[in-house]
Nanobody, 124 residues
């Protein structure tokens, strides 16, 4: 988590779009790492949203399939999350992390451990 820095969040109306970016620090083995986006909704469990493996394969949570698209740029050591057709329940703090493991039910993504993340707020 410390090797990544998220940006691109904001407030958007339902149906709108945002693109999140996650830049990794110099020395981080980006090309050798699976990368994922997680999110911590208010009052709910932290969850795996999407992963992109080092070989380029992608995975998505059912709730975002067809709306979110993950990509990576090896030249920039950056991973992106394009979020379209945003819904109210997409409101969350979004975190980028190396790896692709889903989280156990009841997990809370503690900002003290996960970093600042980037806040996405979808309004009606």
């Amino acid at each position: 988590v410390e090797a990544e820095r998220e940006s691109g969040g904001g407030t958007v109306q339902a149906g709108g779009s945002l693109r999140l970016s996650c830049s990794t620090t110099y020395g981080f083995s980006f090309d050798d790492s699976d990368m994922s986006w997680y999110r911590q909704p208010p009052g709910d469990d932290c969850e795996l949203v999407s992963s992109i493996l080092k070989d380029g394969r992608t995975n998505y949570a059912d709730s975002v399939k067809g709306r979110f698209f993950i990509s990576r740029d090896g030249a920039k050591n950056t991973v992106y999350l394009q979020m379209n057709s945003l819904k109210l329940n997409d409101t969350a703090v979004y975190y980028c992390a190396a790896g692709s493991a889903p989280l156990e039910r009841g997990t809370y993504c503690d900002p003290n451990l996960w970093g600042q993340g980037t806040q996405v707020t979808v309004s009606s």
